[in-house]
């Protein structure tokens, strides 16, 4: 069966190697082969930087992205790595604990690479660096040629590329209109909806715009309300732990949060597993 699906995308060269568009399969039993069937139609272009004539700029300016949007001042949901998820359950539960029953909800940004609206990326990412020149001070960020080593805000030290922040917004626009992907035919097409696949500034693109979307909802939140939930996201998954009580109106949060008011359409909120983030597998017992 799998060979059979690659076969309808795939062509094999000369030296038995594919020649196709990325294209990722996998299923465990034929629940999540008869998933995968309903997806077909959902597929996503990737276009990796690998051989793109700016590739070394590219990665600069792409590390610096994920430097900021790990960085992002204010109320957002943003989850740096997986290993703060088990520190988040802890928190959450002492936060909550005392104010009402304890619930979970976990719910995937539905398509939110193919469908992020490009004018809100360059908007959020835009505000963000305003917001860190306006509260730090900083107009720049000091990216090290030695991949092992972490970006900085200010620094003396050799071995640093420093990219000031406009740099940083007119390569990460031109990366944001300028995707072009080849199929085997060589006909070229330029993405013109959504983030760009497979690009350095991806991360950095969708951590940053889904956190000003939050910011900006979690503005018109009452702060007594705020005391009675807490949220974190990864990327597109989302996990939100709530008190249900009778002071804290959480049908409302709950219902605008579902209609996915946090985010801008045409993104929109899907179910999760209901007990597993990002791998990690918990139950509530005795709140």
Same mark, same amino acid.
């Given at each position: 069966y799998r060979k059979k699906k690659w076969n309808r995308y795939a062509t094999f060269d000369k030296k038995g190697g594919f020649n196709v568009p990325y294209l990722l399969f996998k299923a465990k039993? $034929?629940?999540?082969?008869? $998933?995968?069937?309903?997806?077909?139609e959902k597929a996503r272009p990737i276009a990796p930087q690998t051989k793109h004539p700016m590739k070394r700029l590219f990665h600069l300016t792409g590390r610096a992205w994920s430097f900021i949007t790990a960085n992002i001042p204010g109320d957002h949901f943003v !989850? *740096?790595?997986? =290993?703060?998820?088990?520190?988040? +359950?802890?928190?959450?539960?002492?936060d909550l604990q005392d104010k009402g029953k304890i619930r979970a909800v976990i719910?995937? $940004?539905?398509?939110?690479?193919?469908?992020?609206?490009k004018p809100a990326i360059t908007l959020a990412l835009t505000k963000i660096l305003q917001e860190i020149t306006? !509260? *730090?001070g900083f107009d720049a960020v000091y990216v090290p040629t030695a991949n092992s080593k972490q970006c900085k805000w200010s620094?003396?030290? =050799?071995?640093?590329? *420093?990219?000031?922040?406009?740099?940083? !917004?007119?390569?990460? *626009?031109f990366s944001l209109n300028n995707t072009i992907i080849t199929n085997p035919k060589g006909d070229l097409f330029n993405q013109v909806k959504g983030i760009p696949m497979g690009d350095p500034h991806s991360p950095g693109m969708t951590i940053g715009t889904c956190a000003w979307m939050e910011k900006e909802w979690m503005d018109t939140i009452h702060d007594d309300s705020k005391q009675f939930f807490r949220a974190r996201r990864y990327m597109d998954d989302? +996990?939100?732990?709530?008190? =249900?009580?009778?002071?804290? !109106?959480?049908?409302?949060l709950l219902h605008d949060f579902g209609k996915s008011e946090c985010y801008f359409p045409p993104l929109s909120l899907e179910d999760a597993k209901p007990d597993t983030f990002l791998e990690t597998t918990f139950e509530i017992t005795d709140n």
């Amino acid at each position: 069966y799998r060979k059979k699906k690659w076969n309808r995308y795939a062509t094999f060269d000369k030296k038995g190697g594919f020649n196709v568009p990325y294209l990722l399969f996998k299923a465990k039993n $034929i629940t999540d082969i008869e $998933i995968r069937e309903k997806k077909w139609e959902k597929a996503r272009p990737i276009a990796p930087q690998t051989k793109h004539p700016m590739k070394r700029l590219f990665h600069l300016t792409g590390r610096a992205w994920s430097f900021i949007t790990a960085n992002i001042p204010g109320d957002h949901f943003v !989850l *740096k790595k997986g =290993s703060e998820v088990v520190p988040f +359950l802890q928190k959450a539960q002492a936060d909550l604990q005392d104010k009402g029953k304890i619930r979970a909800v976990i719910k995937d $940004i539905e398509g939110c690479f193919p469908n992020m609206p490009k004018p809100a990326i360059t908007l959020a990412l835009t505000k963000i660096l305003q917001e860190i020149t306006t !509260l *730090k001070g900083f107009d720049a960020v000091y990216v090290p040629t030695a991949n092992s080593k972490q970006c900085k805000w200010s620094t003396k030290a =050799s071995g640093h590329k *420093k990219i000031p922040f406009e740099v940083l !917004l007119d390569v990460m *626009k031109f990366s944001l209109n300028n995707t072009i992907i080849t199929n085997p035919k060589g006909d070229l097409f330029n993405q013109v909806k959504g983030i760009p696949m497979g690009d350095p500034h991806s991360p950095g693109m969708t951590i940053g715009t889904c956190a000003w979307m939050e910011k900006e909802w979690m503005d018109t939140i009452h702060d007594d309300s705020k005391q009675f939930f807490r949220a974190r996201r990864y990327m597109d998954d989302i +996990l939100m732990f709530y008190a =249900s009580n009778e002071e804290f !109106l959480c049908d409302k949060l709950l219902h605008d949060f579902g209609k996915s008011e946090c985010y801008f359409p045409p993104l929109s909120l899907e179910d999760a597993k209901p007990d597993t983030f990002l791998e990690t597998t918990f139950e509530i017992t005795d709140n």
